[in-house]
């Protein structure tokens, strides 16, 4: 069965300080690996996904992650925060069965300090 | 914007009662996801449908049942409800139930407060 685990459940920096999210998932076949990201009282939206063509993963708003098989990881990261970029990151990764369903981490909430 | 709509946005019902969420998919997604976010469940998988049919079940109550009609609109219906019911209920929509890396894509959720 597939999982995440992610290693932080709250995470502070200060504006314009690198950002890490960390994550390491379990999976008996080659993942599928997502980051969403929810702000207050929106819904998610979709930061990355690793398809297995580059281990370095590019998103949206300057946002990238690295699969690391040899440690099981996908951590997120951003050179510079902003404080826009507060809210909470979820590390996913897809179900390989039928339904291919989203398997979600339990969730990071990144405060960003002025 | 996703592309995804629910309704209503926000619901508050009492404890017993019966409610229903409508989730409409992005033009041409055929699969229809629904999900559950709760602080102390998290974010878990629902049901799945695809082009009509149920596919998959997750950790779903057998007081809720869901279906997808033929114009691909989705319902959840949640009976006898119950205060632990409280919680945030996302719809998420990808092209087809099947591919690795087909994105889902998620509406902007149902509020629902059960008191």
């Known amino acids: 069965a597939q999982s995440v685990t992610q290693l932080d459940s709250h995470v502070s920096v200060s504006e314009g300080t690198p950002v890490l999210l960390r994550c390491n998932y379990s999976?008996?076949?080659?993942?599928?690996l997502f980051w969403y990201v929810q702000h207050p009282n929106k819904g998610l939206q979709l930061l990355l996904k690793?398809?297995?063509?580059?281990?370095l993963v590019k998103g949206i708003n300057g946002f990238e992650a690295e699969f690391k098989k040899s440690e099981t990881s996908f951590h997120l990261t951003k050179p510079s925060a902003h404080m826009s970029d507060a809210a909470e990151y979820f590390c996913v990764v897809r179900s390989m069965d039928s339904s291919y369903k989203l398997i979600f981490g339990s969730g990071t909430r990144l405060l960003v300090r002025p | 914007d996703s592309g995804v709509t629910q309704t209503p946005k926000h619901l508050i019902t009492a404890t017993g009662q019966r409610v229903t969420l409508r989730c409409s998919p992005r033009s041409g997604d055929l699969s229809v996801y629904w999900y559950q976010q709760s602080l102390d469940q998290g974010l878990q998988f629902l049901i799945q449908?695809?082009?009509?049919?149920?596919?998959a079940k997750g950790n779903i109550l057998e007081r809720f049942s869901a279906q997808q009609f033929p114009d691909l609109h989705s319902e959840l219906n949640l009976s006898s409800l119950e205060l632990g019911d409280s919680a945030l209920y996302f719809c998420a929509s990808s092209v087809e139930g099947t591919g690795a890396y087909n994105e889902q894509f998620f509406g902007p959720g149902t509020r629902l407060t059960v008191l």
């Open positions: 999976s008996s076949y080659s993942p599928s």
């Open positions: 449908y695809y082009n009509g049919e149920e596919r």
């Open positions: 690793y398809t297995s063509a580059a281990t």
